[in-house]
């Protein structure tokens, strides 16, 4: 999803306004303390989400944009009367349902709850709203259902870490751009469209005027619209951005663990970053990637609770000084990453090691 010059589907440009307006809202979402490398750690895997092996187009993130591309390329194309009776209305049903989709969309909340709960102290979870989803029990000779939670309740929960987070202004680009009741009309069909008028057949809209009203005007409802495309263009953006903000540690191995002496490298595509291998001294590793190509993760698993487990290998029975992965008159062990002939070692002064 690309973004535009020009306004998406309102009049009057507020599409570029907005999108400038929450570029410098996510600003701080978006700085990692650069100085931990834990702390590192955990806002890359906000960025990559680790998770299983996916192939090249098991990407959801890709077909929605493409989705949403696509809609907004045939919105702009000159609509024949002759096959359309009322090409602004139609524009205006490819709009709603371009907003529909995107406000559904997991990448966008799971992105922001985890880099929040960085924010907080806490660590990435592979599933922050799996705690939820409502279980409905299986009826005699069924199996159990798990209904996920509704963009209402990811919301909420995104409001709760952005409040003690200190950051305000997130819990008020929601309530600028997350219309529920609309949202609501337009998955269950209970709407009309005018050439003036959004009409609900069931719920209400609270006007910003201040009353409730089954009919939004059109151009008020596409401002909504625009601003909602502006906050999630602002936020791929963004992360786009932060993904190639790492390049000062390509090639490098930084001091991870300093219990177990581990090592951690980052992995990148060209000049973004798409993944991480771990090395112990025992000669055991670790990996994930997120690529053009799929992703792939080796020697690791996501807590339900937060964060990775990454397999460490066999304890010795007798232990060293050095680590406990290493086994006492052993020397540490660290095996080279495909495509390198060094293995790393443990520095002296701890900062990152230049690899081959």
């Keep these: 999803m690309k973004k535009r010059k020009s306004q998406m589907w309102a009049t009057g440009g507020s599409f570029d306004a907005c999108f400038t307006e929450y570029l410098d809202v996510l600003v701080p979402l978006f700085e990692p303390a650069q100085d ?62 371009s907003y529909c989709h995107l406000t559904e969309a997991d990448f966008f909340y799971e992105l922001l709850v985890n880099l929040l709960r960085v924010r907080c102290g806490e660590r990435w979870a592979l599933a922050p709203f ?109 992360h786009r951005l932060a993904t190639a903000n790492f390049t000062h540690l390509k090639n490098k191995a930084v001091p991870f663990n300093h ?30 990637t997120r690529t053009t190509r799929g992703c792939h993760a080796i020697n690791l698993c996501p807590n339900i609770q937060g964060g990775l487990s990454i397999d460490v290998g066999t304890y010795p029975t007798n232990p060293g000084p050095f680590s406990p992965l290493v086994e006492n008159g052993q020397q540490p062990a660290y095996t080279p990453t495909a495509g390198r002939t060094t293995p790393p070692y443990w520095p002296n002064n701890r900062e990152p090691i230049p690899l081959d």
């Excluded at 993130?61 to 009322?86: C, G, K, M, W, Y």
């Design 36 to 97: 931990n490398v834990v702390a590192l750690f955990e806002f890359v895997c906000c960025l990559l989400h680790p998770s299983g092996v996916q192939g090249v187009d098991e990407n959801p993130l890709l077909e929605s944009t493409a989705f949403i591309d696509d809609l907004t390329v045939f919105s702009r194309q000159d609509l024949p009367v002759h096959n359309f009776e009322h090409p602004d209305r139609t524009r205006a049903r490819l709009a709603l349902l």
């Design 130 to 238: 799996a705690d939820l989803a409502q279980v409905v029990k299986a009826k005699k000779g069924g199996t159990e259902k798990r209904i996920q939670p509704s963009p209402n309740k990811k919301i909420k929960r995104i409001s709760e870490y952005a409040t003690k987070a200190g950051m305000p202004s997130v819990n008020e680009t929601f309530k600028q751009i997350y219309l529920p009741a609309v949202r609501n009309a337009v998955f269950h069909a209970d709407y009309t469209i005018t050439d003036t008028d959004f009409h609900m057949m069931r719920d209400y809209y609270h006007s910003p005027r201040g009353y409730l009203t089954r009919d939004v005007p059109l151009p008020e409802l596409l401002t909504v619209v625009d601003r909602t495309f502006a906050f999630y263009y602002a936020l791929l953006n963004r």
């Design 259 to 288: 219990y177990l002496k581990g090592l951690i490298e980052f992995l990148f595509e060209d000049a973004t970053i798409c993944g991480f291998h771990v090395y112990w001294p025992n000669r055991q590793s670790a990996q994930f």
